[in-house]
């Protein structure tokens, strides 16, 4: 039987393909995609928004005269793309889609497989992680301004890309050593190869130990959450069934409280969420937990789910260990 | 001079002075008569210098290429008027496999300084090449380039585009390479000449006017250069260039045939030789080298190394329950 786990694993590793190697086949998904796609992998299909976001051909390098022109266009048109695909599918970009999740994912898998506890944060190390991602957000907007408006130096140009741990480690599915290497050309390309490459390597052991580690500091969260108000996506809870089991909070890989602790609100899409439906699979109640797309139901909790899957020991398998 | 009267004293006879100042004024005069033989305000040598690309309202691009003696603040004699500039230019569609299209383009002058302007709408290699002729000395400068229009329009100027266009000789020729697409140091580039006369053996490296170095032309006419990588350069940012002029000059001498009638009507021919001279530049707008500074095997050390400190500090640091 096709569960809720299996269709997105399926989904994510098909996603992984097309991305990474779609190119090679003719695929191209564009350059506004909201997931890190990265556009280093030679024969990507498709990259990600915060690379068009921060470049000088459509992003916020270029020069404030170009806006007035066809270039200036050409970048609204991708900030269009990138809104209309964020509020389409939402959050499924985060757990469903995103090349660098699924790689994620594999990393937490091999630690299973290896007999490894997860490590846990304590609430005061997750509430300090909170802001990260949004100090990532400014810095990536702020610096290409700078960059293009105020003559900081040309190396300072996509600042994102160049401490993405996804730009080392991406390219090494497709044999690409290159994003490993020290740039010692000048001062300010040595300082940031440095960062890249100790970054990724804290980011790899954080993902081994903690599962999705880097998305909690991911800024393209906050991005696609900010479209959320128009994304026809839902995902509701109904505080009246619920129990306060506490299975939704322990089962999510992210270590999020809100749909648990939710006592008023319907809405429990939170910007952490990654929409895996981890914690509606393990939820007892039924209807307590419903994805919604406009006003369809794509899944709801339900009792008999989590008791059919509990016997065959799948709705565990995507949690704690 | 102290010579020349010390000589008047000794040799005071009017057949010798006349001989002593034939002498002198043969040594004096000289070089003002090989300055009469390479005709006075011609150039040694044209060419190519980069100026501003515009992006236009549409999303083509237009570069502006400056055409310029050997010393970057001088002007041409008569805003290069007298030297019969012509320039066109090849472009070939990177995105697409497409046919090279030749457009012959109006070379324009602002304060004395002659230039063109290429308008490119879509991704393309554009070769450049002006030709110029000042008396017997004829003149080539060549560049190539690349520019990323978004418009759509292979030009703007809606040139119709030139059937086959055979460059003139000599001129150089960059053998086309992907890596041209923007052009570094530390990166080979291999050229062609295609000779004019009897074909020269060296070509010149010039930078802001100053001699680089002189490389080797093989007989067949082709040579490699190898910029070497620059600090400047490598300091100062990816998108900032340099300009590096390689430089060609040969002679060539020519026959004209003259047929010359004798008093008595019968003809005969008579041979007279001129020399031509060529200078040929080839203008490489050269970036910082992007790779030629990286190194892996620090790269993989580091990598290795911070994840080895990051898990032991995990595991030192993450408690033993972690509820």
Known sequence: M???????????????????????????????????????VTGYGGHCYLVTLQSYVWGLQMAAADMLTAKGLQAL?????????????????????????????????????????EGQFSWRTRDLFKPVKYILLAYLLVIPLLVAHTGLHDDFRLPFCKICPAKPIMP?????????????????????????????????????????????????????????????????????????????????????????????????????????????????????????????????????????HTNKGDAGSAGND | MTILFELIARYHQPAHIARVVALVSLFIGTPFVAEAHAQPGCPPFIRISYGDLITERDGSLTLRLFIRTPHASSVLPDGGTNLKLNAFYETECLSSEG?????????KC?????????????????????????????????????????????TANSMSPLGHLEVEKPFIHLIPDPSHRWMQTGETYRFAYKKGGNGSRVADV?????????????????????????????????????????????QAFTGTAVTVRNHDGAGYIRESTGKDEYASTFTLLLHRSYYGHRKLLPGIALFLLTATVTALAVIQKRRAFPW
């Open chain 1, 2 to 40: 096709v569960t809720v786990s299996n269709l997105r694993l399926i989904t994510q590793h098909l996603m992984f393909v097309v991305l990474t190697y779609g190119g090679r086949a003719g695929i191209q998904l564009g350059h506004a995609l909201p997931c890190l796609s990265c556009p280093v």
């Open chain 1, 77 to 117: 048109y991708q900030l269009a793309i990138f809104v209309l695909l964020a509020a389409l599918l939402g959050k499924l970009w985060c757990g469903w889609i995103c090349p660098f999740g699924t790689f994620q994912d594999w990393v937490s898998h091999l630690r299973k497989k290896l007999g490894i506890r």
């Open chain 1, 172 to 308: 090494l599915f497709v044999g690409k050593t290159r994003c490993l290497e020290l740039d010692f050309t000048n001062t300010i390309t040595m300082v940031f190869s440095i960062l890249s490459v100790g970054i990724a390597a804290g980011m790899l052991v954080g993902m081994f130990f903690k599962e999705r580690f880097f998305c909690t500091v991911c800024p393209m969260a906050p991005l696609i959450h900010f479209v959320k108000r128009i994304s026809p996506i839902r995902f509701e809870k109904t505080v009246d069934g619920c129990l306060g089991c506490g299975n939704c909070h322990r089962m999510c890989p992210v270590d999020i409280r809100d749909v648990h602790e939710q006592q008023e609100k319907k809405d429990v899409l939170t910007e952490d969420c990654m929409l895996c439906m981890t914690c509606a699979e393990s939820c007892p109640q039924d209807r307590v937990l419903s994805l919604k797309y406009f006003k369809w139901r794509l899944f709801s909790s339900s009792g008999s789910y989590v008791a059919r």
């Open chain 2, 99 to 107: 046919p090279r299209h030749y457009y012959r383009t109006s070379v």
């Open chain 2, 110 to 154: 602002n304060n004395g300084v002659p230039y063109v302007d290429i308008n490119s709408g879509v991704s393309s290699r554009i070769e450049l090449t002006v030709s110029g002729t000042c008396g017997n000395r004829q003149y080539r400068a060549q560049t190539v380039f690349c520019l990323f229009g978004i418009s759509g329009m292979e």
């Open chain 2, 206 to 250: 010039f930078e802001n006017e100053r001699h680089l170095e002189t490389l080797d032309v093989d007989p067949a006419g082709r040579f490699i250069y190898k910029p070497p990588h620059d600090r400047n350069l490598d300091r100062a940012g990816r998108s900032a260039h340099k300009e590096v002029v390689l430089l060609i000059k040969e």
